[in-house]
T-cell receptor, first 114, second 113 residues
Framework: DSGVTQTPKHLITATGQRVTLRCSPR?????VYWYQQSLDQGLQFLIQ???????AKGNILERFSAQQFPDLHSELNLSSLELGDSALYFC?????????????FGPGTRLTVL | GENVEQHPSTLSVQEGDSAVIKCTYS??????FPWYKQELGKRPQLIID?????GEKKDQRIAVTLNKTAKHFSLHITETQPEDSAVYFC????????????FGKGITLSVRP
């Protein structure tokens, strides 16, 4: 157990819908990272928040947004869902804002868009 | 941006043999190179990492080597065991704020008993 929690574990929804994925980082970690894992693309970095502020942005679609709250938990919002958004979404956390150390991954949320 | 490639995409070895997984990166500014292991249905976990100021790092049966000139780094697993079967991801980033960790697409390692 990494200490990072994600809810829900599974999510099944229809195209065009909107969903929210939630992540709680390890106690004391200030950075939260979101990744999308699909079979053909591997682990794709989406976005990083550090202590409530956006720190780095990766291949995140405009239909997706995220935020980190004062208690450091983070939410990833996916809207106007398409079939291709079906994937495993991981959240990871680390103590610092910069890379150069271990990222602790949560168990993931499996999103299925029908 | 950074581009990380892994070769081969799958690797099968006999238990007890060594396995070598190679990665190449494109951005010469990258100076941090972690390796993550992901077992089926589980989360990725860091197994070893290396910074560009060293050429090799070992931790029991695993080691990572880095060639900055050629921009490639490799994971070496000796005396492989069935529990080493997993997907291995290499990644690269620049240490510091506003950097992004770029992962390769992963290599599936199968250790035959």
């Amino acid at each position: 157990d990494s200490g990072v929690t994600q809810t829900p574990k599974h999510l099944i929804t229809a195209t065009g819908q909107r969903v929210t994925l939630r992540c709680s980082p390890r106690s004391g970690d200030l950075s939260v990272y979101w990744y999308q894992q699909s079979l053909d693309q591997g682990l794709q970095f989406l976005i990083q928040y550090y202590n409530g502020e956006e720190r780095a942005k990766g291949n995140i679609l405009e239909r997706f947004s995220a935020q980190q709250f004062p208690d450091l938990h983070s939410e990833l919002n996916l809207s106007s869902l398409e079939l291709g958004d079906s994937a495993l979404y991981f959240c990871a956390s680390s103590p610092s804002g910069g890379h150069g150390g271990e990222q602790f991954f949560g168990p993931g949320t499996r999103l299925t868009v029908l | 941006g950074e581009n990380v490639e892994q070769h081969p995409s799958t690797l099968s070895v006999q238990e007890g043999d060594s396995a070598v997984i190679k990665c190449t990166y494109s951005d010469s500014a990258s100076n941090y190179f972690p390796w993550y292991k992901q077992e089926l249905g589980k989360r990725p976990q860091l197994i070893i990492d290396i910074r560009s100021n060293v050429g090799e790092k070992k931790d029991q049966r695993i080691a990572v080597t880095l060639n900055k000139t050629a921009k490639h780094f490799s994971l070496h697993i000796t005396e492989t065991q069935p529990e080493d079967s997993a997907v291995y991801f290499c990644a690269a980033s620049e240490i510091g704020a506003n950097s992004k960790l770029t992962f390769g697409k992963g290599i599936t390692l199968s250790v035959r008993p």
